[in-house]
């Protein structure tokens, strides 16, 4: 005990717990609690309803009355040997059941890398492009699996309506006997479960855009990836590429470059240097 204890306590310690309070942590522990409410109140269900039938027999000259109570429990996954269904409706329940379940799975996973493994997680950007292929598979799965239920849900309601029972019932048919409903079945924990099932299909769908800052992908769409073939030289390849070796005036030691520094002498004798040359004498002026 004191060794799980110890454990626990340097894997808390080493744990980096920020990461909830930000949108893409935050938003997966919203996804984890709703969907064990989604698969709980689906999964848990059970319910009753009761009719009664007043059925008359003639003995000779009495006449005497029994009443029969007739009650129906039904229960997930809703089966067609609980229900007077003409097919099969369980398998919406079911397939409901089974992506809450698989989310709850998922998001638990998730929190887990989310606070021990987040440098790992956002090496190379391969976990959050993973991240964001299993998002997207889910928020599809929740999108047909709430609606599938809804629909489903509906067909449940009408095979438990004690109105609907009592026409499928042979001894009503007779005109002396009497059928009435006794209690309707209370359906506000199945109308949870598809509420919370859109629920989980908003909160997934709106993960989708975190998840997808983290991958890396946004940078290559904002323009910041330029092809190799529109790469231009850079500015000092111009003095050693080939506009330095074509140029057809350049000799030996790099071409004419005339030095405008040097000395020279004019016709009287004297020199000058540049083009700084004054007139030599008076006399040679006139």
Not at 201 to 225: M, Q
Not at 232 to 254: C, E, H, K, L
């Amino acid at each position: 005990m004191f060794i799980c204890g110890y454990l626990f306590s340097q894997l808390v310690a080493r744990g980096q717990f920020t990461i909830v309070k930000q949108p893409l942590g935050f938003i997966k522990a919203l996804q984890w609690i709703f969907a064990i409410f989604a698969f709980s109140t689906c999964g848990s269900y059970s319910g009753k309803f009761e009719m009664s039938v007043e059925c008359k027999k003639i003995e000779r000259v009495s006449v005497s009355e029994s009443d029969l109570s007739i009650g129906v429990e039904f229960e997930y996954p809703f089966s067609p040997e609980q229900l007077f269904l003409q097919g099969d409706y369980s398998s919406s329940a079911e397939f409901f059941v089974t992506v809450g379940v698989f989310s709850f799975l998922y998001s638990m996973a998730a929190l887990a890398i989310y606070c021990f493994m987040l440098e790992k997680y956002r090496e190379n950007n391969k976990g959050p492009q993973i991240d964001f292929v299993v998002t997207a598979v889910f928020t599809f799965f929740w999108l047909v699996s709430s609606c599938a239920w809804a629909k489903g849900l509906s067909d449940v309601k009408t095979a438990t309506d004690p109105d609907r029972v009592i026409v499928l019932i042979t001894a009503c048919e007779d005109p002396d006997n009497r059928c009435k409903e006794g209690h309707d079945p209370k359906f506000s924990g199945l109308n949870t479960s598809v509420a919370f099932g859109f629920i989980n299909l908003i909160l997934w769908a709106g993960n989708l855009w975190f998840v997808f800052k983290e991958t890396g992908w946004l940078a290559a769409f904002g323009g910041t990836y330029a092809p190799s073939q529109e790469k231009q030289p850079a500015p000092d390849t111009f003095a050693q590429g080939d506009f330095a070796q074509q140029d057809p005036y350049a000799g030996s030691q790099g071409g004419y470059q005339p030095d405008y520094g040097q000395q020279s002498y004019n016709e009287g004798g004297e020199y000058s240097q540049g083009y700084e040359q004054q007139p030599t004498s008076y006399a040679n002026q006139m």
